[in-house]
């Protein structure tokens, strides 16, 4: 990006992840935030890899990134998306018994 005339900043990397979706996470010197984690998560769910928005999600907290209701309102609309209903009732339950 910095080559393109742009600076490294987490806003023009999540813009860059939600204008290209599912990409194969590279490393550019930059750690992803909450914002970044929630638009790659979407972009999971539009690719139809919901396995890999579950891990992310898991990640996030084992990385010590709180995960949001937006988060978890990607993550469940991700496995509605992808016909993984069960799992999706799944995280709503476990939203609730958080108060998300």
Do not use: H
């Amino acid at each position: 990006m910095q080559s393109d005339g742009f600076s490294n900043s987490l806003d023009a990397y999540n813009c860059t992840l939600d204008a290209y979706g599912k990409e194969e996470r590279r490393e550019c010197g930059l750690r992803p935030d909450l914002c970044s984690c929630n638009t790659l998560i979407k972009a999971y769910g539009i690719a139809g890899t919901v396995e890999d928005a579950v891990c992310l999600v898991k990640e996030m907290r084992q990385n010590g990134i709180e995960p949001d209701e937006i988060t978890y309102t990607n993550l469940i609309t991700a496995l509605q998306q992808n016909d993984k209903y069960l799992e999706a009732v799944k995280w709503s339950l476990w939203m609730k018994q958080r108060g998300l």
